[in-house]
């Protein structure tokens, strides 16, 4: 990929990313695929004035390692030090840059018991920390290739060819075009005016149907909203968690999930694939689920604690998204979730909410949002998926019809 097109990417994730503001400290995480593009960011990063930039690399293969061979005990101990590094970051407020580029069955055969027993001890030491962060820190996702993961999506490929071809797929589903900032600029602009229409119509449930069999409905919370693209930071610095983006998405009740979604793409999850599933709720609670690959694994997934078998996120993208356009199948979450309409198990978003600043996580619960250790996307789009709102006042709206916005 042509290096002036690549700089033009890195001063996205920068500018319209992270928003890094002058004297703020950046913290990138990376694989070992892209070293050349990760300076490039850290580059920019400087250039708009970071205080400090620095960047934690990872080797997948690594993490396997580490699961075989520490105890459960190990896998789920923060050391002091660690601990110690947590509260410096929430105490100065970097922003963080993941630029995502594992294999999707990189995790493949390792014991999902032990690492999710090692996740489930950590996690209670490691939540206090990120709940002190939650929205005062800008942070962004973003893809580059590797070499494993750009096999994976194109078989037929020559390791270089199939890297070229996903730096592709991932810039222009970026919309890293002539002026990528303009137009993102636009994006958001689009995506506000999108949430703005829905927020009005004082929606009390959605009802989705599809000719897979998908028949469901699903409650929201009267205090929750409609979101996309750039959020605020409590002190008012606006970013993009997540480039791409495409979704209008909601925290839904957790209390309010009826009848039966089928999936419409496998999901991959801990760098293994759940594929054709389908999931029933009643009352909100995932009661029964069936796959015909790695049904298991799904299970587990839904049993990791108690709100993982509840929603939290439920997510409208048009079929006419560029990644659903794209027709690649991308095996992660970032660009898959924004081909498709999705829900997704696990904890909602607090600042889904009207004046979510001035709620804790305790209030948002009690309306009726979900919490867990686990947030899992999974797409139930489809060209034949309609759905109406029902509102407050008894109205049906259509939302969406043949996948896509009607209106
Ligand atoms: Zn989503």
Same mark, same amino acid.
């Given at each position: 990929?042509?290096?002036?097109?690549?700089?033009?990417?890195?001063?996205?994730?920068?500018?319209? %990313?992270?928003?890094?503001q002058?004297?703020?400290?950046?913290? /990138?995480?990376?694989?070992?695929?892209?070293?050349?593009?990760v300076?490039?960011?850290?580059?920019?990063?400087?250039?708009?004035?970071?205080?400090?930039?620095?960047?934690?690399?990872?080797?997948?293969?690594?993490?396997?390692?580490? /699961?075989?061979?520490?105890?459960?005990?190990?896998?789920?101990?923060?050391?002091?030090?660690?601990?110690?590094?947590?509260?410096?970051?929430?105490?100065?407020?970097?922003?963080?840059?993941?630029?995502?580029s594992?294999?999707p069955?990189?995790?493949?055969g390792?014991?999902?018991?032990?690492?999710?027993?090692g996740?489930?001890?950590?996690?209670?030491?490691?939540?206090?920390?990120?709940?002190?962060?939650?929205?005062?820190?800008?942070?962004?996702?973003?893809?580059?290739?590797?070499?494993?993961?750009?096999?994976?999506?194109?078989?037929?490929?020559?390791?270089s060819?199939?890297?070229?071809?996903?730096?592709?797929?991932?810039? +222009?589903?970026?919309?890293?075009?002539?002026d990528?900032l303009?137009?993102?600029?636009?994006?958001n602009?689009?995506?506000?005016?999108?949430?703005?229409?829905?927020? +009005?119509?004082?929606?009390?449930?959605?009802?989705?149907?599809?000719?897979?069999?998908?028949?469901?409905?699903?409650?929201?919370?009267?205090?929750?909203?409609?979101?996309?693209?750039?959020?605020?930071?409590?002190?008012?610095?606006?970013?993009?968690?997540?480039?791409?983006?495409?979704?209008?998405?909601?925290?839904?009740?957790?209390?309010?999930?009826?009848?039966?979604?089928?999936?419409?793409?496998?999901?991959?999850?801990?760098?293994?694939?759940?594929?054709?599933?389908?999931?029933?709720?009643?009352?909100?609670?995932?009661?029964?689920?069936h796959?015909?690959?790695?049904?298991?694994?799904?299970?587990t997934?839904?049993?990791?604690?108690?709100?993982?078998?509840? $929603?939290?996120?439920?997510?409208?993208?048009?079929?006419?998204?560029?990644?659903?356009?794209? %027709?690649?199948?991308?095996?992660?979450?970032?660009?898959?979730?924004?081909?498709?309409?999705?829900l997704? $198990?696990?904890?909602?978003?607090?600042?889904?909410?009207?004046?979510?600043?001035?709620?804790?996580?305790?209030?948002?619960?009690?309306?009726?949002?979900?919490?867990?250790?686990?947030?899992?996307?999974?797409?139930?789009?489809?060209?034949?998926?309609?759905?109406?709102?029902?509102?407050?006042?008894?109205?049906?709206?259509? /939302?969406?019809?043949?996948?896509?916005?009607?209106?």
């Amino acid at each position: 990929m042509k290096k002036t097109v690549l700089r033009e990417y890195a001063k996205l994730i920068v500018r319209t %990313g992270v928003n890094v503001q002058k004297g703020q400290d950046v913290l /990138i995480y990376a694989g070992l695929d892209q070293p050349e593009f990760v300076a490039m960011v850290v580059d920019e990063a400087y250039k708009a004035k970071a205080r400090k930039v620095t960047v934690n690399w990872s080797y997948q293969p690594l993490q396997k390692l580490h /699961i075989r061979h520490q105890s459960v005990t190990t896998l789920g101990t923060v050391e002091a030090w660690e601990e110690a590094r947590l509260q410096h970051y929430v105490d100065i407020h970097p922003c963080r840059i993941h630029l995502v580029s594992e294999d999707p069955d990189g995790l493949k055969g390792v014991n999902l018991e032990k690492m999710a027993k090692g996740r489930q001890a950590s996690y209670k030491i490691l939540k206090p920390y990120s709940d002190q962060r939650q929205n005062k820190e800008q942070w962004c996702i973003a893809a580059v290739p590797g070499a494993a993961w750009a096999k994976k999506i194109f078989p037929n490929l020559t390791k270089s060819q199939a890297m070229e071809k996903l730096w592709e797929a991932i810039l +222009s589903t970026s919309r890293v075009d002539d002026d990528p900032l303009a137009a993102w600029d636009a994006h958001n602009k689009d995506l506000k005016e999108r949430c703005d229409y829905l927020n +009005s119509l004082g929606i009390s449930k959605l009802h989705y149907t599809a000719d897979n069999g998908t028949d469901f409905t699903v409650g929201m919370m009267p205090e929750a909203q409609f979101c996309a693209g750039g959020e605020e930071t409590l002190s008012g610095v606006f970013y993009n968690p997540n480039i791409p983006t495409e979704e209008c998405f909601i925290s839904p009740n957790k209390h309010q999930a009826d009848g039966i979604v089928y999936s419409s793409k496998p999901l991959s999850y801990q760098g293994q694939l759940i594929d054709n599933f389908s999931i029933r709720f009643e009352n909100g609670k995932a009661v029964e689920v069936h796959a015909e690959q790695n049904e298991d694994l799904l299970k587990t997934m839904i049993s990791m604690d108690e709100g993982a078998s509840y $929603l939290g996120e439920c997510a409208l993208v048009p079929q006419t998204s560029p990644i659903s356009q794209s %027709g690649l199948l991308f095996y992660n979450t970032l660009f898959d979730e924004n081909a498709a309409c999705h829900l997704a $198990l696990g904890a909602g978003f607090p600042d889904t909410f009207k004046d979510f600043q001035n709620k804790t996580l305790e209030e948002c619960k009690s309306c009726g949002m979900n919490d867990s250790m686990i947030h899992v996307d999974f797409m139930i789009g489809c060209d034949s998926m309609n759905i109406d709102a029902i509102t407050q006042d008894g109205k049906v709206v259509p /939302i969406f019809r043949k996948g896509n916005w009607a209106f």
